[in-house]
């Protein structure tokens, strides 16, 4: 049940998912005590080290059993002794799918205007957010090889579109933007469909159908549309310009990438995967970076921003603010790892958040 003893589950994955997920928890336990939380965590091992001692991604169930929780906290995935990723697509990629996360909620909000790699711009020029439709398009798995190796091969690979697909993503973006208008006051909220309909005529012209059809719904929101080169192009040149974007599994994927430079780089950016019906889950925008594994050295805020997130949507929103004053602290204050310009490890600067939670509650 939602409320004072949340129950999560938590999939720390691999590499650095591991050391991002420990201080993210460490820091939710300080805010939780400082409010009078108790959440109820249980941890799988699900991973590439489980998969190659036992060949199984997943036990028969575990995605069903993952409905018992209020909420999931997932690290990062992927391991160079598993090249194709197969366990990252049965577990992420499952639970994604299983539980019908149809909302992947990408927040691009920089914490402070020395993480800004934009000339000039201040922290307040860059807060909007990125909803990728996250069930769909390239990422089904529809498709196949034909004369695999040989000179003659054909691959093809799907790019499924549905109507009902497209329609609650869309839904759900003009939902957000009526709910949390991002923007100065006096401006409208601002809902920006991204696509590529000038040369994808049939799926993304489905987008454009059912955007158009929505955005007529909601006159008090101004609808506007870019294809995803030029959005990627106005992100970096002005992304005070954007409130609420949302766009196709693929490009979301993408686009959230170049959004996380813009706040200080990938050890920043959360992410939440949400079903509005159902449980839904919460992980950092980045991998499992395998060149930083065990060194002490992965940047643990985005891992943290997503607990933050996490809390928000169990309604305490209370103990969100608190964990994320302390992170804007921490940054500003430089009490951060090196890679956006601080001296401390990942162990240390979770300890750092987790004093600065108990100082600030
Ligand atoms: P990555 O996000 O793991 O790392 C890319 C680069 O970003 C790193 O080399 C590093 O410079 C920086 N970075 C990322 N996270 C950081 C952090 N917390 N602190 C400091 N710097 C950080 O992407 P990749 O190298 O393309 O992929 C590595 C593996 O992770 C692959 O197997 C990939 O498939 C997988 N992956 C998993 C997820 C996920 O589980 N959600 C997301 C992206 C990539
Ligand atoms: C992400 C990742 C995943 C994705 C991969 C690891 C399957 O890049 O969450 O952004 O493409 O969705
Ligand atoms: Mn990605």
Known sequence: MKGRKPRIAVVPGDGIGVEVTNEALKVLAAAAEAHGLEPELRCYDFGAERYLRTGETLPPGALEEFRGFDAILMGAFGDPRVPDMKHAADILLGTRFHLDLYANERPVRCLSSRLCPLKERRREEIDFVIFRENTEGLYVGMGGNFKKGTTDEIAIQEDVNTRKGVERIVRHAFGYASRHCRRKSGQKPKVTMSDKSNVLRFGHDLWQRVFWEVAAENQGIEA??????????????????????????????????????????????????????????????????????????????????????????????????????????????????????????????????????????
């Open 224 to 361: 506007n549309h870019l294809y995803v080169d030029a959005l990627a192009m106005q992100m970096v040149k002005d992304p005070s310009q954007f409130d609420v974007i949302v766009t196709c599994n693929m490009f979301g994927d993408i686009l959230t990438d170049l959004g996380a430079q813009l706040q200080g780089g990938l050890g920043m950016a959360a992410s939440g995967n949400i079903n509005p019906q159902g449980v839904s889950m919460f992980e950092p925008v980045h991998g499992s970076a395998p060149k930083y594994a065990g060194q002490d050295v992965a940047n643990p805020l985005g891992a943290i921003l997503t607990v933050q997130m996490m809390l928000e949507h169990l309604g305490q929103p209370e103990t969100a603010s608190l964990i994320e004053r302390a992170a804007i602290e921490a940054v500003e204050s430089g009490r951060c790892t090196r890679d956006v310009g601080g001296e401390l490890g990942t162990r240390a600067t979770g300890d750092a958040v987790a004093a600065l939670v108990r100082s600030l509650a």
